[in-house]
């Protein structure tokens, strides 16, 4: 019986393989490994809210999705080119709106242990340019700003000016290893500010809302957590402090085996994070794209099972998750994204990328000159397709203003 199961098994795993019949294995592996996650976490509270209301590490329900003013997001009418023809694009127009966010932080070498000051800010020299090149190509910059850029009189001047004409917002983006108080161990665990006690998340993150209120003259609205670092009371603490927009949650992406939150089974799509619809969620824009690509979560989460079977499939291009970044992401894998995202029906694009990436030499991203103008090119090409998509770009207080509560 032995034999015949396994000769059964390996025919089975051949035809499989063939390209037609993937897809009813992955289905099969799908119902084996899924089980019990479609109704529970991995400590087993069920999906969505918890008891204690807000924790915004767990997936909103479906009911909070956020709807939005039809004129926020209505399409505009596409002007490249001179071409005003009526019905020549209309059907090729989206209804949503585009921000750029832009962890705005220290240079730091992202492979070695993090460390209170082995950093550097050699590269908010190079801020005037990318701002001038977003004024050009219509996008409009959320700076993200951590305690090391809000004590820096360069970077306030430069992206103060920037905010006063309208031209960019400015955010609280918490670093919580450079951030005082500094009564934490410096670790991997205490770089996600959520890790921290809830009092010491509150005092590193007031810190850093009251220096950037003091630099730029006016209180933040938008917040992320470093490295996406939520935790169960960030939510409490940011109503609190009049933060209107979380954008923290990476949709698709696991960050728990860094001790970091797990966001794969959240929506990509804003939702309220509180029961009372005063904190926003923008969730960073991650799609999957793919012959896969509605299997997606599922086979993601069927990969902690199979995890060697499964990762083949993006070498294979069978399932991908695009990030609206250039960061590692190349102009035309951004467009597909976008296009996945429109096709969904995505209110608002988040697209990200650090500012250390600007420079040469700071981040995995940018080595050379070269690296920096492809880009660049990266972003111009990517707002001209936003464009003809009819996605304008939105500030941080026309999202707040247009949110149905
Ligand atoms: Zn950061």
Not at 100 to 105: A, F, K, S
Not at 149 to 162: F, H, P, T
Not at 208 to 232: S, V
Request: proline share 7%; hydrophobic share 40%.
């Amino acid at each position: 019986m032995r034999v015949f199961a396994w000769r059964a098994h390996r025919a089975y795993l051949k035809i499989a393989f063939s390209k037609a019949s993937l897809t009813i294995f992955v289905y099969r592996a799908l119902i084996m490994s899924i089980g019990g996650s479609n109704s529970g976490g991995p400590n087993g509270a069920p999906a969505g809210r918890s008891d204690r209301g807000v924790s915004m590490v767990d997936p909103p329900s479906p009911s909070a999705k956020a709807a939005f003013d039809p004129e926020f997001t209505r399409a505009s009418t596409p002007v490249s080119g001179g071409k005003t023809g009526p019905s020549q694009t209309s059907a090729n127009q989206a209804n949503t709106r585009a921000i750029l966010t832009v962890d705005t932080e220290e240079e730091f070498d992202w492979n070695a242990p993090f460390t209170r000051d082995q950093h550097g800010l050699k590269h908010v020299a190079a801020l005037p340019r990318f701002q001038s090149f977003c004024e050009e190509i219509g996008a409009h910059p959320v700076y993200l700003v951590d305690w090391p850029i809000a004590n820096d009189a360069s970077a306030v001047e430069i992206i103060g000016d920037a905010v006063r004409r309208g031209m960019a917002d400015v955010g609280v983006q918490l670093h919580p290893w450079v951030n005082p108080p500094f009564d934490e161990e410096v670790s991997a665990h205490n770089s996600y500010a959520g890790n921290l006690s809830p009092e010491l998340e509150a005092a590193k993150f007031t810190a850093l809302r009251d220096r950037i209120e003091e630099a730029f003259g006016a209180a933040p609205l938008i917040y992320r957590a470093g490295r996406y670092g939520l935790g169960p009371s960030s939510a409490a603490l940011l109503k609190s402090a009049g933060i209107a927009i979380d954008t923290s949650v990476r949709p698709l992406f696991d960050y728990s085996d860094q001790h970091g939150p797990d966001y794969s089974a959240h929506p990509i799509a804003p939702y309220w994070a509180d029961a009372e619809r005063t904190l926003l969620e923008l969730p960073v824009t991650t799609v999957y794209w793919g012959l896969l690509r509605q299997l997606g979560r599922h086979i993601h989460r069927a990969q902690r099972h199979f995890p060697t079977f499964f990762a083949g499939f993006s070498k294979l291009k069978l399932l991908e998750r695009i990030a609206l970044t250039p960061e590692g992401v190349t102009a035309e894998e951004a467009i597909r994204g976008i296009d996945i995202a429109l096709d969904e029906g995505l209110p608002v694009l988040v697209l990200s990328l650090h500012s250390p990436t600007l420079a040469p030499g700071f981040t995995p991203y940018t080595h050379t000159a070269q690296d920096v103008d492809t880009l660049y090119d990266w972003l111009r090409r990517v707002y001209l397709y936003l464009e003809t998509r009819g996605v304008r770009s939105a500030s941080v207080a026309e999202v707040i203003a247009a949110a149905k509560q």
